[in-house]
């Protein structure tokens, strides 16, 4: 009799068309932390009289922007993570043909580093940084290496990372893109997410392919109309099916 591990097995081989939607539960094996879990980023101690949730907001970007790129670059930036096995399986099964859209909710840039090519990021990436004055684009390096506020080396202009932060709205043509491959999958596997936040967590939705899965350590609201369910850590689950 077949378990779990093989049914999956099975399911990726059957199908051709594979979204990967992953949140940041993908990103834990690399040391990137997420952020609801005891350990996670919204439980972390701060030094300043407001919530990390605070922290990462529009208005504290504006107000506080010294005390908010203390925070992020201790703890929203991991440029020394790596890829883990699932991250690196998903970029495999592109490069042994099947056609293979990840849409992230993450901004780690670990889906990329693996592999994978065609990588929708809804809430931007820690990667990209660019000038509110000129536009000027910067890598992350440039941003952790400046002291304090990094400013543009050409205008002097305060940059700002191109993450989606707290009162900010997500990308038009990202959302149009990672509904539509929803949309048009014949499988799609959650990894990492509690399904939580909106609007991403409504895309699932769209799906009307003919597997639904989802691995996450905790259940989610989707969990009952899943053909299958793995409440474990997402290496664990890959290490079994490759």
């Not at 809804?122 to 000129?134: E, M």
């Not at 700002?160 to 009162?167: A, H, Q, S």
């Not at 499988?187 to 597997?211: C, D, E, H, N, Q």
Request: hydrophobic share 35%; proline share 3%.
């Amino acid at each position: 009799m077949k378990n779990e591990y093989e049914y999956l097995k099975e399911m990726i081989g059957e199908c051709q068309n594979i979204v990967v939607f992953t949140g940041a539960g993908i990103s834990v094996p690399s040391g990137v932390p997420d952020f609801r879990s005891a350990d996670g980023i919204y439980n972390q101690k701060t030094k300043f009289s407001a919530t990390p949730e605070d922290i990462i907001s529009h208005t504290f970007f504006v107000k506080h922007t010294e005390e908010f790129y203390e925070f992020y670059k201790d703890k929203m930036c991991y440029p020394n993570a790596e890829p883990n096995i699932a991250h690196k399986f998903f970029a495999d099964l592109e490069k042994k043909g099947k056609n293979v859209i990840v849409v992230t909710q993450n901004i780690d840039g670990l889906h990329q580093k693996a592999g994978s090519s065609l990588v929708y990021e809804l809430h931007g990436t820690v990667h990209q940084n660019f000038c509110q004055k000129c536009g000027r684009l910067f890598g992350l390096d440039y941003v952790m290496n400046s002291k304090g506020v990094p400013h543009c080396d050409k205008c002097v202009g305060t940059i700002k990372p191109n993450v989606v932060l707290y009162e900010e709205s997500l990308d038009e043509d990202t959302i149009s893109r990672s509904i539509n491959a929803i949309m048009t999958c014949d499988l799609l596997i959650i990894i990492g997410t509690s399904l939580r936040v909106y609007p991403a967590a409504g895309f699932v939705r769209y799906f009307k392919g003919r597997y639904l899965v989802v691995i996450n350590k905790e259940a989610t609201s989707y969990d009952s109309n899943c053909d299958l369910v793995f409440n474990e850590d997402v290496a664990e689950v890959i290490k079994k099916i490759k």
